[in-house]
């Protein structure tokens, strides 16, 4: 019963450096997220993927990039990292439909530190 | 894009009594809500949602009350458990599929 699962759990980059993080869902969902969490802040989405094959620009895409594989797995990318990019990235997946309301359900996130 | 507010930053309870979270928006045109569960080191998990053609729903000691006309929504914790101890966020829908998260309450259970 794996539901998200996210890899790495922990990772330190330094300034400058690309990094991709992995994200992949077991339970045939349509969408998919990812969001970044900072120290007493809520979840910030940076991109989403409505469908496979879709991706779209969340609240704070800037710095970021995103690749829908296939339906199971969506990857983030830092191309180049940055200090401001420090944060716990949680993935996040949810069921099919624009018009469906349905529960995200989220991965234990994957923790970066950049130097 | 919308906001979402939280009355408290923390919540302190004793174990056995009832607790309650909550939360105000600002966007009426949201019909979706969601509460979910942060321990540390954990992601979010999912408890309860609502829809906004509904007033309460219920759960498993936990019901969630939705007021439209104030924009107010709140997690009501039965029975609080030192399990219960966590950061409880709401979310709401914004477009299609995008939840907007408010900055949490930590909730802490003494024994």
């Known amino acids: 019963n794996a539901g998200v699962t996210q890899t790495p759990k922990f990772q330190v980059l330094k300034t400058g450096q690309s990094m991709t993080l992995q994200c992949a869902q077991d339970?045939?969902?349509?969408?998919m997220y990812w969001y970044r969490q900072d120290p007493g802040m809520g979840l910030r989405l940076i991109y989403y993927s409505a469908s496979e094959g879709t991706t779209d620009k969340g609240e704070v895409p800037n710095g970021y990039n995103v690749s829908r594989l296939n339906k199971r797995e969506f990857s983030l990318r830092l191309e180049s990292a940055a200090p401001s990019q420090t944060s716990v990235y949680f993935c996040a997946s949810s069921g099919s439909g624009p018009y469906s309301n349905q529960p995200q359900h989220f991965g234990d996130g994957t923790r970066l530190s950049i130097l | 894009g919308e906001s979402v507010g939280l009355h408290l930053p923390t919540l302190s309870v004793q174990e056995g009594d009832n607790s309650i979270i909550n939360c105000a928006y600002s966007?009426?045109?949201?019909?979706?809500f969601i509460w979910y569960k942060q321990e540390s080191g954990k992601g979010p998990q999912f408890i309860i949602d609502?829809?906004?053609?509904?007033d309460k729903r219920q759960g498993q000691r936990v019901t969630v009350l939705l007021n439209k006309t104030v924009k107010h929504l709140s997690l009501q914790i039965a029975a609080t458990q030192p399990g219960d101890s966590a950061v409880y966020f709401c979310?709401?829908?914004?477009?299609?599929?995008?939840?907007?998260f408010g900055t949490g309450t930590r909730l802490l259970v003494s024994p």
């Open positions: 609502i829809r906004s053609n509904m």
């Open positions: 339970m045939n969902h349509n969408s």
């Open positions: 979310a709401l829908k914004e477009g299609f599929q995008k939840l907007v």
């Open positions: 966007n009426s045109a949201s019909d979706y």
